[in-house]
């Protein structure tokens, strides 16, 4: 049983239309998400490639500053480890066997310190080391240690050196 109330009838064709309005439209969107995902993936893909090179840079990064303060802990364990400088060398390559290409060298230097704490650097090696120090003053010993390493990128990535050099540095004083 139809009702014949004018303003149902408007409403129910109303509804009916918009109802049809609605279905067209959606079949109409249906390819625009992928239109929108075919131009953005280029940029997204860049961007996730500059978050995995810059990734792979602080990582290296991270690894050449580690072995350098290996190879500084090593040395500032004894006067006799200070002096062995290929040990130190040794000890920061062998920290970092994943980064290709690390260089280490290793030195030491005395000072001498007062009863204030001013240092006054006596030299590097065993030459600056067998200066003595004033009466009242002591000797410290220092170890440091440089360590380097060189790696190209994945892409080429624009804006990034390639190769790109990243370097360490550590000093620490010697137990005695």
Known sequence: MKTTDPVK???????KGLAARLGEAKKSERGSSLVELALLLPLLTLMLLGVV???????????????ARAGAAYGAQSNIT????AGMARIAQD?????????ASA??????????????????GTA???DTCPSGDHEIIFVEVYTS??????????????????YGKAVMRVSQ
């Open 9 to 15: 009838v408007v409403l129910r064709s109303w509804k």
């Open 95 to 103: 920290d970092a066997p994943d980064v290709p290409g690390l260089k």
């Open 82 to 85: 200070a002096g062995d400088t």
């Open 53 to 67: 090179e810059i990734g792979r840079i602080f990582y290296v990064s991270i690894e050449v500053n580690n072995a």
């Open 149 to 166: 390493a060189s790696f190209t990128t994945l892409s080429g990535f624009p804006g990034l050196p390639t190769p790109f050099t990243t």
């Open 128 to 130: 600056g080391c067998e």
């Open 107 to 124: 030195s030491y230097y005395c000072a001498c310190s007062t009863d204030t704490g001013t240092l006054t650097n006596l030299g590097s």
